[in-house]
């Protein structure tokens, strides 16, 4: 049994408390939040101690939840690994690449587990995609938001976008050769809307639209390689796939439909599958895989490596961003 307390009980600190109290083997101890009314609605709700102190809470524990603020995310993520707990911590990791990449040297020290909350990975949809051979050229990627107050502490990259940038780092194993980006601040102080086209060295291309300032919703990812096309929609919790197969594997793909085409490479069959999305409560199977991974001593899913390349690649899109409006504002200035 692992024995958990939460850090934050805001709004999707409330819905973290719901979550582990569904997942087997682990225990929620209690939580630590200073706002008095976040408080009164859990200890109401769920009948739980809530501490006065952050100390208090890590001595009662072997791991922590992390779900406050991104500001707050390194001193309460460095307090905790150096009591020697385990990490489950909300994306983005940290405020700051160099702040996640302090806290790399400090689990190196303590050996502990850390997890990053970058809930897409169990998405239904990403999930109906584990037994696929992804390799693509080429990415499209929309995520579209109505406005909404909360979160607008930090610019839409790091709001909406960083959630496609892992699963893109995630599918594609180059590196990053460049980052071309732009974006624009519309009703707060960092950009609302943001375009980025990230060229990885294998010769992959990403273009990624991210904005919370959209009339609809709209989370779709659609993956071009070279024998097919996968089509993700996080929102409606759906993929697509249509592949393409030589004539010669007809007999193979048995009774499922296919169309038969003529390319620049001969005859060639197209297959149409629209694999089975398993419902899923995403939040619950991250913590249930966090649980796992402390108690079998196993990799993360998500790990500490994996949220610092994300948040460093979305740090690298909004300094370019940051400079391109400096230089637009300069220049009309001078006009």
Same mark, same amino acid.
């Given at each position: $049994? ?25 225990? @929620?101890?209690? =939580? ?89 990975? =169990?998405?239904?949809? $990403?999930?109906? @995609?584990?037994?696929?051979? /992804? ?25 909406? !976008? ?55 919703? !709209? ?24 592949? @393409? ?17 003529? +390319?620049?490479?001969?005859?060639? @069959?197209?297959? $149409?599958? !629209? ?9 619950? !199977?991250?913590?249930?895989?966090? +649980? ?11 790990? /500490? ?22 230089? =637009? ?7």
């Amino acid at each position: $049994m692992l024995k958990i307390g939460v850090l934050g009980v805001g709004h999707l600190g409330r819905i973290h408390v719901k979550c582990i109290n569904l997942v087997p083997n682990l225990k @929620l101890v209690g =939580f630590f939040d200073p706002n008095d009314a976040n408080a009164a609605k859990i200890t109401a709700a769920y009948k739980i101690q809530r501490f006065d102190s952050v100390d208090k809470l890590l001595d009662a524990v072997d791991a922590v939840d992390i779900v406050t603020p991104t500001i707050t995310h390194f001193e309460l993520a460095k307090q905790a690994i150096s009591k020697g707990k385990h990490v489950f911590i909300e994306k983005p990791i940290t405020e700051k690449p160099e702040q996640a990449k302090a806290l790399l040297e400090l689990v190196k020290e303590h050996q502990v587990k850390v997890q990053v909350g970058h809930v897409e990975r =169990f998405n239904p949809a $990403m999930l109906a @995609l584990k037994e696929e051979n /992804l390799n693509p050229m080429f990415i499209e990627v929309h995520r579209l938001a109505t406005f909404n107050p909360r979160g607008t502490d930090v610019s839409v990259v790091l709001d909406l !976008m960083i959630h496609d940038l892992d699963i893109i780092l995630n599918i594609v194993k180059s590196p990053v050769k460049h980052v071309h980006a732009t974006g624009v601040a519309v009703v707060s102080h960092t950009a609302d809307l943001s375009n980025a086209r990230i060229e990885f060295e294998n010769g992959c291309v990403a273009n990624v639209t991210a904005s919370r300032l959209s009339m609809k919703q !709209m989370r779709k990812v659609r993956l071009f390689q070279n024998d097919g096309y996968i089509s993700l929609d996080f929102l409606d919790k759906k993929a697509e796939i249509i592949s @393409l197969h030589d004539i010669s594997e007809k007999e193979k793909l048995g009774d499922i439909p296919v169309l038969e085409i003529e +390319t620049a490479k001969g005859q060639k @069959l197209i297959k $149409m599958d !629209m694999p089975k999305v398993e419902p899923v409560n995403a939040i619950q !199977m991250e913590l249930a895989t966090f +649980t796992e991974s402390v108690l079998n001593n196993k990799t993360p899913k998500v790990t /500490l490596e994996d949220g610092y390349r994300a948040l460093d690649l979305a740090y690298q899109i909004s300094e370019i961003i940051e400079q391109k409006n400096k230089e =637009f504002i300069t220049v009309n200035s001078v006009e």
